[in-house]
C-alpha cells in the first residue's frame, strides 16, 4: 500500500473529511508509520502532492477532504482527431495519459498544467500530482519542476521520478538536456528526448559529443513524435481490449 491510496483508504473511513491531527491518530500504529520515523511529514507531503486530496477552507488549514479520482476513459485515440498536426501540447498529453496507463503518478509543469490541454481535458485533469514542490530538495526543484512530463512511483518515503520527458518542438534541445541532468543519479531515472524529426535527432547526437553531457550519454534515449503516438494508441487499444473482455471493470 503506497501512502497515497493508505491516506485515501483513511479519509473513506474517518467520513471523507478530517483534520491532520485526525488522521495521524488513525494512521498512528501503521506498518508504513515503524519503518518510516518522519511519516507525519510524509502524511503532510502527500496530501498537498496528490490531487485526489483537497484542503477545506484555506489552502493551509490543516484539514482535508478526499476528492473522487476521475477515471480517464481511453476510448479515443489521437488518431480518430483527423489530421491534426502532432505538436508539443498533444505529444505531452500522450504521454500523460501513457503514464497513467502504465501505473504511474503523473506530472507536468503547472503553467502547462493550466494553459495546455488534450482531447478536451486540461493538463491538470490528467496529471495525477499537483506540485513537486515538497518532494525533492529545493535546489534541486527549480528546473525539475519545468520538466515537461514526468512519471512517478513511490516509496515508503515519498514519490520519486522513475522517467523523464523533455519534449522539443523546436531546436532547444539543449535548454531540455539541462534540465534532465537536475535529477539526481541516484533516483536511477530513465530520461527520454522528445523530437518531431531528423533536423533535432542530429541536434541532439552533437550535444552527446560534448563533454558537459557525454558522461549522461547511457543515461539518455531518443524517440520521435511518431513513435510516442504509436505506443500510445497501442496502450490504448490494450485497455479497450481488456475492457471488451471484461478483465477490467
Known amino acids: 500500500m503506497t501512502w497515497k491510496e493508505l491516506i485515501k483508504k483513511t479519509l473513506e473511513e474517518l467520513g471523507g473529511e478530517a483534520s491532520l491531527p485526525e488522521i495521524y491518530e488513525k494512521i498512528e500504529g501503521h ?40 477515471k480517464i476513459e481511453f476510448d479515443e485515440e489521437h488518431a480518430d482527431a483527423g489530421d491534426t498536426q502532432l505538436n508539443h501540447g498533444i505529444i505531452q498529453g500522450m504521454l500523460l495519459l501513457l503514464g497513467r496507463i502504465m501505473g504511474f503518478e503523473t506530472f507536468c509543469p503547472k503553467t ?9 481535458r486540461s493538463l491538470s485533469e490528467i496529471v495525477t500530482i499537483r506540485d513537486l514542490a515538497d518532494a525533492f530538495a529545493k535546489s534541486q526543484i527549480e528546473k525539475m519542476r519545468e520538466i515537461d512530463v514526468v512519471w512517478l512511483k513511490e516509496d515508503n518515503v515519498g514519490l ?10 523546436t531546436t532547444k534541445v539543449k535548454s531540455g538536456l539541462e534540465r534532465l541532468i537536475e535529477i539526481p543519479e541516484r533516483y536511477g531515472t530513465y530520461l527520454y528526448i522528445i523530437v518531431p524529426d531528423e533536423k533535432e535527432e542530429k541536434l541532439f547526437q552533437r550535444y552527446m559529443d560534448r563533454e ?37 471493470r
Open 31 to 70: 506498518d508504513k508509520t515503524v519503518t518510516n520515523p518522519t511519516w507525519q511529514a510524509t502524511i503532510r507531503r502527500s496530501i498537498r502532492q496528490y490531487n485526489i486530496f483537497d484542503p477545506v477552507g484555506e489552502e493551509r488549514s490543516g484539514r482535508y477532504k478526499l476528492v473522487k479520482e476521475e
Open 212 to 248: 558537459i553531457f557525454r558522461r549522461w550519454r547511457g543515461r539518455f534515449s531518443l524517440k520521435n513524435y511518431g513513435s510516442v503516438e504509436d505506443s500510445y494508441n497501442a496502450a490504448v487499444n490494450y485497455k479497450r481490449a481488456l475492457r471488451n473482455m471484461e478483465f477490467e
Open 112 to 120: 502547462d498544467q493550466t494553459i495546455r490541454s488534450f482531447q478536451n
Open 160 to 169: 520519486y521520478p522513475k522517467f523523464a520527458f523533455e519534449v522539443e518542438h
